[in-house]
Each structure stands twice: as structure tokens, then as C-alpha cells.
């Protein structure tokens, strides 16, 4: 427990900003590949979501130096470093993921040196991932040096990377159909899910680790709380976001009802069906020409409840494995 708390600022990095890596690798190409041009820019200027997320989480781990001087130390590592790495990758997905940011404002159509910038910024997020998920692969720390705590980082950040995602599109006005947004709901649970089996079965290895004055095994009723609690805030994450897509989707039912409702089939009115038919496509006209209404607190309250209760899932999990530091002298 002494040492999650005394590398705390280490567990809200390794929580949130991969997180927001893939909420912007998620944006980013469903904002690319959006038949909607003006909703592709809008989701272009949203960005900013998952950039401050993955920025955040970079400044949390900077206190982790102690002092600015000791960041030299993570540049003479480049290369060998396993943590210089992870720190390098954060910063070049941050630099390639704000240029595109800015880019989106004064350049608005898709151009050659934007896409380019857009791979680069999305390899180097994935980049980024990566690194973070092998950081702690150290032989000397026998908890941690184990191939499942890779896949759980990812599983992370995969869970609320795509309800990021989702949440950012909500904001930017971005027509996010019923089926992209089952689809990203789905993906999360679905990395949920792989994640409280991946901390399961980590449970089983870890368990059966023992130095010669520490057993692993005191540490098991640590790792079932750990799964117990991950389960439970995901769980609420995952029920928000669908109840926001219910809401949606309801809504959107019960405007097309009322739509349809307006048509009135009368054998003796058909100068009036026709005079209101021609109304409907000129009102249908003007609204298509206008811009989507802005996204209110209200409308996104829902899905932003999503993504914190899956960042404190994320939390919980990175928490639970500083919290399983045992070295192999040790």
C-alpha cells in the first residue's frame, strides 16, 4: 500500500492518459473518414478532450521527478530507459496530437499534410500505449514482470479511451448514428470485461509468488477487492452510456413519430396535402442548411458520469498493481 500512495501521481498517468490517447486516436479517424464534412471539423476541434486528458496525466507524472533537474535524466535514457521511453512517447504523441489540433482551425479541409500529420499523431499515440504497458516489465519486481499486466493496461485503455471518444463526438455535435455509438459502448464493455478476466487470472499467478520474507498470497484479498471495485465502476460507466443512448434514440423515434403524424391523406383536400407537402421539404431544407443546436450541459451529463466512473476503474486497477510491488531479493 506504501508504495501506491508514494507514486500516486504515477497511477493517475498510467490511468488517464493512455485513456485519452485512444479517445483521440478514436476521434480522429472517425472524424477522417465522416462522410459529413462539417462534422468531421467540429470532431477535429474536439480533440481537445483527449489531449488534455493525456496532458494531465503527463503533469502528474512530472512531479514524479521531485525536481525539474531530474528530467534530464529521462532524455539520457532515451533508448534504454523502459520509463525514458514512456515519457518520450507521451510527449510525441502530445506534440504530433496538438499540431493536428491546431491545424483543424485555420486549414478546415482535408489536405495532404494533415493526413500525414494524422497518421503520425495516431502511430505515435499507439506508440505511446505501449510503452506505458511495458514500463514495468522489470525482472527484479517478480509482481509486475508477469505477461498479463500488459494486457490489462491496454484493456484500460481501450475501456475508457472509447467512452472518451464517444463523449468527445457528443460534445463536438458530432451525428453520431445509433450504430457507432453501440459500437464504441460495446467496445468498452467488452475491453471491461477482458480486463476483470485478465486481473483474475493475474490473481492466480500472483498468488503463487513468495521471496523469502514475503508470500504473495497476503496480497490476494488486495486483488479481489481490486477486481470487486474495477467491476463495479465500470459496470455504472457502461449502464450511464447506455441510458444516454436510450434516451437518443427515443428521442429521436418520437420526433420522426411526430413528423410522420403531420401527413394527413384526405381525397378531398389534395390542394392542402400538397401545399403543406411543399412546406415540409422547404422547413426540410432550411434545417438541413442549419447547424446542429450546441451541446448543453445537460445532454452530456450523462456520457461525461460514463467516462469518470471508468477512469476510477482504470484508477483502481493501476492503483492495486503499485500496490503489488514485491521484489525478488526481497
Sequence with gaps: MEMAFSEISLVVFTAIAPAGAVGYIVMALVARFSHDAKAGERSDRFLVIPLLLALVGLIASATHLGTPANALYVIT?????????????????????GAYWILAFPYRQRTA????????????ALAFVHFVSRAYAVESIVTWNNPIAPLTQWACAIAAGAMTALTGLRAARFPVGRGLAVVLIVVSAGAALACACLLAAEQQIVSGMRTVTTNAADMTPLLMAQIAAFVILAAIGIVCACVDERRRTGKTIEGHGKAAGTVCVSDAGKTKESFDDQSREGAAGKAANTEPPEASPR????????VLFLLAACFVVRFAFYAMYMTAGV
Design 299 to 306: 445532454t452530456l451529463t450523462l456520457p461525461v458520469i460514463a
Design 77 to 97: 535514457g532515451l533508448g534504454r530507459s523502459p520509463l525514458s521511453n514512456e515519457v518520450a512517447s507521451a510527449a510525441a504523441f502530445l506534440a504530433l496530437g
Design 113 to 124: 499534410p494533415k493526413t500525414v500529420l494524422l497518421a503520425l499523431s495516431v502511430a505515435a
